[in-house]
């Protein structure tokens, strides 16, 4: 078998037409044949070109609205057919058949169809079917056929053939096969996706996946470790859709952690006010509104300096001058917002490692969809945790009723352990967090380790008492003994907010009408692994 093929004809069909003409014209100016359908044709026939309908080579019209007109033999055989087979050179040669070198699709635009909000017939008939086919054929015979599926590989393809007298190596076919294979796989992952949700088939036989690479990362987690970075199409506001600008190029950990900060973030819409999240290692290290942004930012500070130092910073509006000269204060990975102004991005100018990223606006908290987590052998999916709750939610157990500040602050505090990794526990005052304790065994010890951090801020700081005196307690889930509220009294919490459901909810209850706190069930929790 032969390392080059030659590109002598070529087929053109695509929806997107970016780049067809010059693309047509370049293949023509190359001695390459083109054939082509529909649209594709007459773009390619507008600009001057030669060029054959494909009706005209099967010798079989397009038919029901375009549904039927490359499902044919001759494009088929044209594609699948073994340059090196002298039996498959037989069928070609009684058949009438010619070989197509170089096949150039794109597929009908069925996600762009979905994301619209096109009704169920509308997206059906976005589902193209003859493209794939050709795709599959194509890249299955790589040996001797190219196919192309993204605008992207337009000009290589060119080169390609340049540097090797209109010839392509097949290592380079090879690479266009592996792409085509995926685009058809995300395609055909598109559609039973949609139409899982539009059957409202949650756990559907059998799931696909797939992602567009939009970024080779250094290495992962660890230098060791390989990594990229896909992006699924979604137009949601957050890391994968947001504007860079400024700083070197976002890591394995940079990603993870400013999706973190930016979701937590967006649980504070800016109607409610400014309000900031300083993240780090997935976790927050603070959270806090305030009557400005940059008073927002000082506060969720605040909460554990130490920890801020090398974090990322999420911000609920548009990022001014007098936050910026604050955040470049410290040295900080990554700094994410709904959009910045041009004093503040001069301001960032002087920071060439700290990364700026803009997204357009804050996403929604209440937006459906599916989270993947890979485990050996498999992967789980589950809905997104789009609880949410207001005052009139919740069950007051105790003697006591909260005042209408220790509310607000149980329902910061409430948003907040949403986004702790479990055993979850967060101290807040006055709508800013002063302690946070995650990922423990224990959640006593998540309310020892949040109770310390507010007594080292305060010594740092030099407060006149700890912070968590007079503060509300959240709790991602139950205390299943009265220990962990206990730990919390002690700390000062004057008021707790956490699901119920554990078998002593009584004796829990009992220890906080002893310790005089007010206490409130959600009946929902919010764990986080």
């Not at 196919?147 to 540097?163: K, W």
């Not at 097949?170 to 685009?183: E, P, S, V």
């Amino acid at each position: 078998m032969t390392d080059l093929a030659p590109v002598r004809r070529a087929l053109l069909s695509v929806s997107d037409k970016t780049g067809l003409v010059d693309l047509g014209r370049a293949l023509a100016g190359r001695g390459v044949e083109l054939i082509s359908t529909g649209g594709s044709a007459r773009a390619l026939r507008d600009a001057g070109l030669a060029v054959r309908d494909v009706s005209e080579i099967t010798d079989f019209p397009e038919m029901m609205d375009g549904r039927v007109k490359t499902l044919h033999p001759k494009v088929h055989g044209g594609l699948l057919a073994l340059r090196d087979d002298e039996a498959h050179a037989a069928a070609m040669q009684e058949h009438g058949i010619g070989a197509i070198d170089l096949l150039v699709v794109n597929l009908y635009p069925f996600e762009d169809t979905v994301r619209s909000g096109a009704d169920y017939d509308t997206c059906i008939e976005n589902i193209d079917i003859g493209g794939p086919a050709m795709i599959r054929a194509a890249a299955k015979n790589h040996a001797f056929v190219n196919v192309v599926v993204d605008v992207a590989d337009y000009q290589p393809l060119l080169e390609e053939m340049d540097a090797n007298d209109g010839r392509t190596r097949r290592a380079f076919r090879q690479r266009l096969a592996l792409t085509a294979y995926a685009r058809t796989a995300a395609y055909d992952a598109a559609v039973s996706e949609w139409m899982a949700a539009a059957l409202e088939e949650p756990a559907p036989r059998r799931r696909a996946v797939a992602g567009s690479l939009a970024q080779t990362l250094r290495y992962g987690e660890n230098p060791h470790q390989r990594a990229a970075f896909y992006t699924d199409g979604s137009d949601r506001p957050g890391v994968a859709t947001a504007v860079q600008h400024q700083g070197k190029e976002l890591s394995y950990n940079n990603i993870n952690d400013t999706d973190a900060a930016f979701e937590l973030v967006s649980e504070f819409r800016p109607e409610d006010g400014p309000a900031c999240a300083i993240i780090k290692h997935a976790n927050p290290c603070g959270a806090a509104r305030g009557d400005s942004l940059v008073e927002a930012y000082r506060r969720a500070f605040d909460c554990d300096r130490t920890s801020a130092f090398g974090g990322i910073v999420a911000l609920n509006a548009v990022l001014d001058a007098d936050t910026a000269r604050e955040i470049a204060g410290i040295f900080t990975e990554v700094v994410i917002a709904p959009d910045a102004e041009a004093e503040a991005r001069e301001v960032f100018a002087a920071k060439k490692n700290l990364r700026l990223l803009t997204t357009g606006a804050l996403a929604d908290p209440s937006d459906a969809a599916q989270m993947l987590r890979q485990v050996s052998g498999g992967f789980l999916m589950q809905d997104k945790d789009t609880g949410v709750l207001r005052p009139g939610d919740l069950k007051i157990v105790t003697r006591r009723t909260p005042s209408d500040r220790e509310m607000a602050d149980m329902l910061f505090a409430w948003k907040v352990a949403k986004h702790v990794k479990s055993n979850a526990i967060v101290y807040v005052r006055d709508g800013a967090t002063v302690g946070v304790g995650a990922g423990q065994m224990s959640r006593v010890d998540s309310c020892r380790i949040a109770a310390r951090k507010a007594e080292d801020m305060a010594g740092t700081l030099e407060l006149p008492e700890v912070p968590t005196r007079g503060s509300a307690v959240a709790s991602d889930a139950f205390f299943p003994f009265p220990d962990g509220l206990l730990t919390a009294a002690a700390a000062g919490a004057s008021a707790v907010i956490q699901p119920g459901g554990s078998m002593r909810d009584d004796e829990v209850i009992a220890a906080a009408d002893e310790a005089g706190l007010a206490m409130c069930f959600t009946g929902m929790r919010h764990f986080r692994h």
